[in-house]
Structure formats: C-alpha cells, structure tokens
C-alpha cells in the first residue's frame, strides 16, 4: 500500500524545481543469487536518477512478485522484505515521474498477466511521444490501465495483449511501434529482457557476474554489485537473458542520438558512456569554459555537487585557486515531511550555506551545470554578496536551455525557461551576478568525445531526432484525464480519439487532455 502522495525533491529550491532526472533501471539473472539484494544495491547506485519511487519485481521460475512503494529505495525496501524476495531473476526501477504523476499506481515495475498465463514485469527509463496512438491502440482492445497513467503501464498492456504470442515476440512486435526515448528492462518467470530504443537516447549498458548477467543504466550500478562491463545495449536491440545464456535481436535500424544533457548533469561522475568516462568529460567541460569565458578572480567554487567536476577543470585551465564556498546539507528535502511555510521561506538557505572566511572579500567564480528558471542562481549570488564577495562570476558548463525535453528529463516549459525570453546581457542582470558565462554548445559536444550527429541536443538547439505529434497530444499529465474517466461496461472496447481529442460516441470516456508541457510549448513565446 502506499504511504502517502508526498513529493521528494532534490532540487535546490523545491518550490521552483530546475532539470530533474531521468529514472534508473536495473536487472539481474543470477541462479543462486540473491537477486533482490543485488537490484536493491544496482537501484541504490541509480537513486540520483530518481527519487519519487522505487521498486523491485523478482521471479523464482513459478511466479512474478512485485514490491514497490513511494520514496527513496532506503525507505521502501528493509532487510525482511528483501529477504522476502526470492528468486533467479530481478529488475528494479527508481522513479522520477517524466509522464504520469506521483503516485503509487505509477510506481515501477508495472506488472501484468498475459492471456497465456504467464506474467510480465517492466521498468521503463525515457519518455514515449506517441502515448496518445497507443492509448487508441489499447482502447481498441478493450484494455483498462487500472489507474495507472504512464507510458510505462501502456507498453506492459501492449506487451500482454498479444494473444498465442511469448514475451520475446510480443517484444519483438511492439517495439517497433513505439516512438520516444526508451531503455526497458522486463522480465517474465524465467527470462531477463533489455531493450534500448533506435536512437539509444537513455544508456543502458549489459555487464557480467560471475554466474549472470546485469543491465543497467550506468556503469556506476554494474561496480557496486561486483559485475564487469561488457557493453553497451545497443539502440534498437532486444536482449533475452535465460538459462540457456544470451541471446540479441535487432528490432530496429540503429540511429544513435545520445543525450547530451547526460553528460552535463544526469549520470553520476563514475560512470562511462560511450567510452568517456563522466567525470572526466565535466573537467574537460569545465577547461573549456573556461577558455571561452576567462575571468580575473582569486577563487573557483562549485555550486555542489553537480558543479564539481566543471569547477575543477575550470581552476586548472585558468590558473585560479579552486576552493570550496557553498556547503550542501545532504538531507534537505530527501523525506516525506513537508517543510512548513516558516521553513521554506529560506528556500535554498536550506541546502546551501556559505563559507564565510573563504568568500569574505573575494572575487568568486562561480560554476554551476545549467540555468533553467534562474531561482537557484539568483539566491547562490545574493548570498554570497550578503557572505561579502566583492564580485560573483557565474559559470555555466552548458549552453543555454532554450527548449523542452519530450525524451525522459523534466524540465520546465518553454515559457518557464529563463533563456528562453532573455538574452545573455539580460539572464546576468536577473540573476543579478557581475559577469555570466555559458560553454558553447560546440565546446560541450567536443568535451563528449562524440560526433555531433550522434547526440541529442534538442534541449539546447530545438532540433528535436524523434518526431512530436501534432495536436499537443503530448505531455507529462497526458494520461490523467483517461485515467479518471468512467470505464463504462467491463471488457467494452472504445476510448479517446487521439485524432479528435474528443469523446467516440457511446464510449462513456472523457479525452486525453495535453498538459502544459505539450508540444506547444515549442511555440509559446
């Protein structure tokens, strides 16, 4: 059951939230094992990729059982449960909600009979764009999605809707249909699945244990449970992993386009992607920054953490001391317990605090990931003037976000975003800092070691690999309004015409309804 519908929030300011992550999934088949344990430590190495939800389903070749609940994976799962858990194969899910609320319904794995009897289990990291097409689809089956609203629950019905077929062909016919970014793990009884989507916008990478095999969505979580890297999944290739070993099918033509924001803020430091090591990519960011946007200063400090690594290669390349000026409290914001109003009045001046004797009369540069709205970095700077730098030099180790992210990651609208409606001259005078600099976009894919048109960079140039529908049917909410609607007789067929956005006549089902993330804010001024 869940606790309650709370939100966690990483952010610095929780009432103004920048990008958020991107979920992490993981899987394990390791006869003899104890699988659950191996997720559970895999999730927690992935919980910076989500925070709202986790979960674990775990087979021992009779059944599929799922545990899941609200919160961070510490929360939801203890050593009973764990212990409870039994079985040769396990995949787990840490939330963030990219389509579909916080909720317990929502929560991952999704699981699901099939008509043939057996069960499936799925955890999905990315975001679809046809959710509207295949909401039809299912409606035209006659298939209820039992108050879950995500795009996750839509592709587990899919899968189990296709009569006389196994998971690996139903997989292998509805993969095809889907349009997004997509890094699945799933699972029946006795087979561990992986699929990565044709343009392989979220990682997912395969290792090896030494009775098994592991799927990931960083090499980060294939260190903690001692599994060896073999590579990575590759875009438009299903992975089937049983006791008759391994085996891969392309479902697709692979069309690499790696998310570039990744590299900027999303994975952690320690991981690889695409053979460049993470942490190394945000020093050679942060050496770029600063040749592009060099600066007279007696210190360089990170907005932590995810300004770290840019800062340190920003202080190499300029010469500059590197130093420690903000501390972080670590706890802020990771419970259930809502602050009260009194509380969040500080807003950041919960997380952040200055170190006053390093910043005292100081000329500051200032390096930190990305800018969304603007609130974060207004209130670093005002507080290290109150703290008495004598100048603040913000850096930012990307470009300007000008555009909405349809493909997994959270950000704000378009009209939210503060680069959207200001140039350069005008984001420095809101956010109030002396001088403002961003990395350029050629100087960030360069840092990837990737070529350009293997990367998605919608969120920084508006050029957008995987098609949007028309008609704004699309958005994170999409769904809520299908899942609130009477269902009519049990069994009947029919639903929202994604092509009208209104109700077929008879159907007793109120439409979908676009939220305000959909794909008109790629037009709104």
Not at 81 to 92: E, F, N, P, Y
Not at 105 to 110: F, V
Not at 231 to 254: C, N, Q, T
Not at 374 to 382: D, E, F, H, L, P
Request: glycine share 12%; proline share 7%; hydrophobic share 40%.
């Amino acid at each position: 059951m869940p606790r309650g519908d709370g939100r966690l929030n990483h952010d610095l300011d929780p009432e103004r939230p920048g990008p958020q992550d991107a979920c992490g999934v993981f899987g394990v088949w390791a006869p003899g094992e104890d699988v659950a344990k191996l997720t559970y430590f895999g999730l927690y190495a992935l919980q910076h990729r989500g925070q709202e939800a986790a979960g674990i389903a775990v087979s021992d070749g009779s059944g599929v059982v799922v545990f899941k609940d609200l919160g961070l994976v510490a929360q939801v799962f203890d050593e009973p449960t764990l212990a409870s858990l039994r079985g040769h194969l396990a995949i787990g899910h840490a939330r963030y909600s990219t389509t579909g609320g916080s909720t317990w319904e929502n929560a991952q794995p999704t699981i699901r009979a099939t008509e043939a009897g057996t069960t499936i289990a799925l955890a999905h990291n990315g975001n679809l764009v046809n959710t509207a097409e295949l909401t039809g689809q299912l409606a035209e089956l006659g298939v209820d999605l039992d108050g879950a609203t995500s795009d996750t629950s839509l592709v587990t019905a899919l899968l189990a809707s296709r009569p006389g077929m196994s998971v690996e062909a139903a997989a292998l016919d509805v993969l095809p249909r889907l349009r997004g970014a997509f890094s699945f793990v799933l699972m029946d009884e006795s087979t561990l699945y992986a699929a990565r989507d044709p343009h392989g916008v979220r990682p997912l990478v395969l290792g090896r244990l030494e009775h098994g095999w592991v799927v990931a969505s960083e090499t980060a979580a294939l260190d903690i449970v001692g599994a060896s890297m073999v590579r990575e999944v590759e875009p438009g290739e299903l992975l089937a992993i049983d006791a008759d070993g391994l085996r891969s099918v392309r479902f697709a033509a692979p069309e690499p386009k790696g998310c570039l924001f990744e590299y900027v803020y999303i994975a952690r430091p320690d991981s690889t992607i695409a053979g460049r090591n993470i942490h190394a990519g945000r020093v050679a960011i942060g050496r770029q920054l600063a040749k592009e946007h060099p600066v007279e200063a007696d210190l360089v400090i990170p907005v932590p953490e995810s300004g770290t690594p840019a800062a340190i290669g920003y202080a190499e390349a300029s010469g500059i001391t590197y130093g420690a000026g903000l501390m972080k409290n670590p706890y802020v914001g990771r419970t259930f317990i809502q602050p009260s109003q009194t509380l969040r009045q500080l807003g950041i001046r919960l997380k952040l605090n200055p170190l006053r004797e390093n910043v005292r009369g100081k000329r500051l540069v200032v390096v930190d990931d990305s800018i969304v709205r603007g609130n974060t970095q207004r209130a670093i700077v005002r507080m290290l003037r109150e703290a008495g730098a004598v100048e603040v030099h913000v850096r930012i180790s990307s470009p300007p976000v000008n555009w909405p992210c349809f493909y997994g990651i959270d950000f704000a609208t378009r009209a939210e975003l503060l680069a959207n409606g200001l140039d350069n001259e005008g984001i420095r005078r809101s956010i109030g800092a002396d001088t403002l600099g961003y990395v350029s976009l050629t100087g960030l894919i360069s840092a990837t070691e990737q070529p350009k048109t293997r990367l998605c960079r919608a969120c920084f140039d508006g050029e957008y690999p995987i098609e949007l529908p028309a008609g704004n049917l699309i958005g994170k909410h999409l769904l809520e309004g299908a899942a609130r609607r009477p269902t009519g007789r049990p069994g009947a067929a029919g639903g929202p015409d994604p092509a009208a956005g209104t109700d077929r006549p008879g159907s007793g089902t109120l439409p979908l309804v676009a939220s305000p993330g959909g794909a008109d804010a790629l037009h709104r001024p």
